[in-house]
């Protein structure tokens, strides 16, 4: 059984994360030496709810850096959800990025074509 609530606190290489029902959120910098231990956490969440799943769920991301690990790890948390037909049906995933940080840009339209459900990027 999975908590209702996942809340990590951000530190200076690993992003805020907040997942509740009806609402995931991950802010911040991902530099993390060892992805897997920060994000396994988070993808054991969203597998532990997908059978009590909340229409309408949305997901907000956004990175001021992301390193080559944690992008792995984001795709497996997005290909996870995708998987979810009520999110895929219902959900909607925004893409967050600065002003100017065209890699930011870009790596949200990569994940963008990796999955299929609602997924809008935002400046």
């Known amino acids: 059984m999975v908590p209702e609530r996942l809340d ?3 530190t ?3 992003p805020r994360v907040l997942f509740e029902p009806g609402r995931l959120f991950v802010i911040g910098r991902s530099i993390i030496e060892n992805p897997s231990v920060f994000y396994e956490p988070a993808l054991r969440w969203i597998s532990g709810m997908a059978d009590t799943w909340m229409a309408n769920t949305k997901i907000e991301l956004g990175f001021e850096y992301v390193n080559t690990g944690s992008i792995k790890w984001l795709y497996l948390l997005l290909r996870r959800l995708a998987e979810i037909s009520e999110f895929a049906c219902n959900g909607s995933i925004t893409w967050y990025y600065e002003r100017g940080d065209y890699d930011m840009c870009e790596l949200g339209y990569i994940l963008k074509s990796l999955v299929e459900c609602p997924f809008r990027i935002v400046e």
Do not use: T, Y
């Open 8 to 10: 990590i606190k951000p």
């Open 12 to 14: 200076k290489r690993s």
